[in-house]
T-cell receptor, first 113, second 113 residues
Framework: DTGVSQNPRHKITKRGQNVTFRCDPI?????LYWYRQTLGQGPEFLTY????????KSRLLSDRFSAERPKGSFSTLEIQRTEQGDSAMYLC???????????FGPGTRLTVT | AQSVTQLDSQVPVFEEAPVELRCNYS??????LFWYVQYPNQGLQLLLK??????LVKGINGFEAEFNKSQTSFHLRKPSVHISDTAEYFC???????????FGKGTRLSVIA
């Protein structure tokens, strides 16, 4: 069990560019969550998957954001036409249904210049 | 919808002194409650959780929390802190095992030698 991993750890991009982040959950964890954390705030829920199905999306997830989990294992979060307001830490978490404990990855810090 | 209020954004405390980090939640139904810790440049780690049963919950690293339904609180305590406890602490609530976590804004604990 190597824990939840996220890549890249840091990403600097120019406004208007597209970025994609990857999350590898703990193996056999069927629930996968994405959160966004801005400076001085707690994590805010974006979306979550059970296996490959995306079950819920927050209103924070604008049309420029899309998330996938094609084979029920790793997940990607893509942001199109990035804006400075997208600068944040993007956290991924996973868990087993019925466990209640979410295991978090180290996050991807996005800076939009 | 549920919400979480962490009453103190920063708490400085001397090493070996006791500490209490306050958390209040708002929900019209029963909830599950969690405390997470975040060390610099790392993801969140679960300290403890309350699902049901005994209102006093013990967690890792000597932390404990008490669920008080009448006051809708879930305060975190440690009788004697160490320098290594310096971190950001987040209280979170979930309606059930199937809903995402809602986090407070966090409390930065600074332990002074």
């Amino acid at each position: 069990d190597t824990g939840v991993s996220q890549n890249p750890r840091h990403k600097i991009t120019k406004r208007g560019q597209n970025v994609t982040f990857r999350c590898d959950p703990i193996s056999e964890h069927n629930r996968l969550y994405w959160y966004r954390q801005t400076l001085g705030q707690g994590p805010e829920f974006l979306t979550y998957f059970q296996n490959e199905a995306q079950l819920e999306k927050s209103r924070l997830l604008s049309d420029r954001f899309s998330a996938e989990r094609p084979k029920g294992s790793f997940s990607t979060l893509e942001i199109q036409r990035t804006e400075q307001g997208d600068s944040a830490m993007y956290l991924c978490a996973s868990r087993v249904v019925g466990s209640y404990e979410q295991y978090f990855g180290p996050g991807t810090r996005l800076t939009v210049t | 919808a549920q919400s979480v209020t962490q009453l103190d954004s920063q708490v400085p405390v001397f090493e070996e002194a006791p500490v209490e980090l306050r958390c209040n939640y708002s929900s019209s139904v029963s909830v599950y409650l969690f405390w997470y810790v975040q060390y610099p440049n790392q993801g969140l780690q679960l300290l403890l959780k309350y699902l049901s049963g005994s209102t006093l919950v013990k967690g890792i690293n000597g932390f404990e929390a008490e669920f008080n339904k009448s006051q809708t609180s879930f305060h975190l305590r440690k009788p004697s802190v160490h320098i290594s406890d310096t971190a950001e602490y987040f209280c979170a609530v979930s309606l059930s095992g199937n809903t995402p976590l809602v986090f407070g804004k966090g409390t930065r604990l600074s332990v002074i030698a």
